[in-house]
Nanobody, 125 residues
């Protein structure tokens, strides 16, 4: 069983930056892709960004384009989400997730096999 642990959330003013991290407990678990999702109170979980672990290719939701950057460190077995120019509407619990096998629809939560517990991001206006 793989555990994913997010960190780096917190309270930040609008326009500020945060860097989220997601560490995997198993150093050698094979994954096809990893993603970041977020869920605000009363809303469904929504896709933020994903990265194909082998190639490093990335894809972003429109709300994240130009402001967020997803990256990975293979040596540290860690996924990152750099978030700049944060807005109050970015306030949510942010989750990382891992998909073990090939999928085309990596923006869909249901294709992911493992999830972290989430980290709260709050952006004040």
């Amino acid at each position: 069983q793989v555990q994913l642990v997010e960190s780096g959330g917190g309270l930040v003013q609008a326009g500020g930056s945060l860097r989220l991290s997601c560490a995997a407990s198993a150093r050698t678990f094979s994954r096809y892709a990893m993603g970041w999702f977020r869920q605000a109170p009363g809303k469904e979980r929504e896709f933020v960004a994903h990265i194909r672990w082998g190639t490093g290719s990335t894809y972003y939701a429109d709300a994240a384009k130009g402001r967020f950057t997803i990256s990975r460190d293979n040596a540290q077995n860690t996924l990152y989400l750099q978030m700049n120019s944060l807005k109050p509407e970015d306030t949510a619990v942010y989750y990382c997730a891992a998909a073990l096998s090939y999928h085309v629809w990596l923006w869909m939560p249901r294709v992911y096999d493992y999830w972290g517990q989430g980290t709260q991001v709050t952006v004040s206006s």
